[in-house]
């Protein structure tokens, strides 16, 4: 059996700060005054005043709650309803909120405890609302003499495994430098200014974050394997190609605002650039017209030398070198209004050179955005497919 030395300490801290003064004589802060009894039911108060510290406290409870319930999900291997947890911790503090409870929230280090001695329902928390109750209605009293830095010290020792955390710094800047940035600038804000200023700047930095890394997000070519149905990354794979005119794009990544530049950016690298390539074409077009004209202004000892250097000119006719690019849209959850803009984009410019564009690993949501959207006026439905290899062999059977 355990040794409950946190009510031990309570009460020899309690006994020897009442005999000895230690308040009066020293200034130790105490407890103080404990009304006894429950107070009497009341509407609770609602003011405009309060709104910004009742947002960061109902965030606070429901992220510890769902964090400790995703820790014991997997320790006991059932399933945590989110809605429900919040259902749930809504009722009991919209009923504590008219007998001026302080809101309800987990208990990190009470959490572990009871889920380590194997508690299975809420009926562990009798004894602990029964002491709780017997402290308010009849001990609160005797416990006005207890030290806060006896309080102050529990508390410490309760959370003392949190503070552990920063042990994992090391092992955090090696996998994630991101969630890195998100702990130290979160714990350097709470430490510094205060706890919910630390809770907007862990948000803010979450949010951005998520917009860094969608920047940066990888993308690459894939070709498939000749003779076979396999696709492999062309960089990473020395292979023999089965249709060097056909590429396929992948983009790990959604398309909207923060990504669509860089997904037209990468394709074009990947690939070809092509209103560069129609500048080729065109400036390769002025360049026969002027040989025409200065070939009808001559004498005809002057048409072979002309005709020559048309020859020369037809020859450095640019060629297309792809005739289709698949668009692999496997990682494509979501697009925006920018998405689609660079999607008619790239369809428009490789269609002006002679290239079409293809969508392979199509979701249902993908197909969706593609009928309802303007995305439909430029691409036809024909070339979207829900398997890429689908779209690779129908690109492959066309001229």
């Known amino acids: 059996m355990p040794i409950p030395i946190d009510i031990i300490l309570v009460v020899v801290a309690t006994i020897i700060s009442y005999f000895a003064k230690l308040h009066d004589t020293f200034g130790v802060g105490v407890v103080g005054e404990i009304p006894p009894g429950l107070p009497t039911p009341e509407l609770p108060r609602v003011s405009v005043d309060i709104l910004g510290h009742s947002v960061v406290v109902g965030f606070i409870v429901f992220v510890l709650t769902i964090s400790m319930a995703r820790l014991c999900e997997v320790k006991h291997g059932y399933s945590v309803d989110d809605n429900q947890e919040l259902v749930a911790y809504g009722i009991a503090n919209l009923g504590g909120s008219f007998f001026s409870c302080f809101p309800s929230c987990v208990a990190p280090p009470r959490t572990v405890i009871l889920s380590t001695m194997g508690a299975k329902t809420t009926l562990n928390g009798i004894v602990s609302a029964i002491f709780v109750l017997l402290v308010i209605m009849f001990i609160g009293k005797y416990l006005e003499s207890a030290p806060k830095a006896v309080l102050a010290v529990m508390i410490i020792v309760a959370v003392k495994n949190l503070l552990y955390q920063f042990k994992e710094l090391p092992k955090l800047w090696r996998v994630n430098r991101y969630d890195f940035v998100i702990f130290v600038g979160t714990v350097l804000c709470g430490v510094l200014i205060d706890f919910p200023y630390a809770l907007y700047v862990g948000v803010l930095l979450c949010l951005l974050t998520v917009v860094v890394q969608s920047q940066n997000s990888s993308s690459y070519t894939i070709r498939k394997v000749e003779q076979e149905d396999r696709l492999l990354e062309q960089k990473t794979h020395d292979i023999p190609l089965s249709n060097s005119k056909i590429v396929i794009f992948r983009m790990e990544s959604s398309l909207y605002f923060a990504t669509a530049d860089q997904f037209v ?53 640019p060629v297309v070198p792809l005739t289709h690019i698949i668009i692999d849209c496997s990682s494509m959850n979501y697009i925006d209004m920018n998405g689609m803009k660079a999607l008619i984009q790239i369809n428009s410019e490789y269609k002006q050179v002679g290239v079409t564009i293809m969508f392979g690993n199509c979701t249902n949501f993908m197909k969706t955005f593609t009928e ?15 398997d890429i290899l689908d779209a690779y062999f129908a690109a492959t059977h066309r001229k």
């Open 265 to 317: 950016k990468e394709l074009y690298k990947a690939t070809f650039n092509p209103k560069a390539f129609r500048k080729q074409q065109d400036k390769h077009l002025e360049n026969n017209v002027e040989i025409n004209i200065n070939q009808s202004e001559n004498n005809g000892k002057n048409d072979e030398r002309m005709s020559l250097s048309k020859t020369n000119y037809e020859n450095e006719i």
């Open 372 to 386: 309802k959207s303007d995305l439909s006026e430029t691409v036809d439905i024909q070339n979207v497919y829900s």
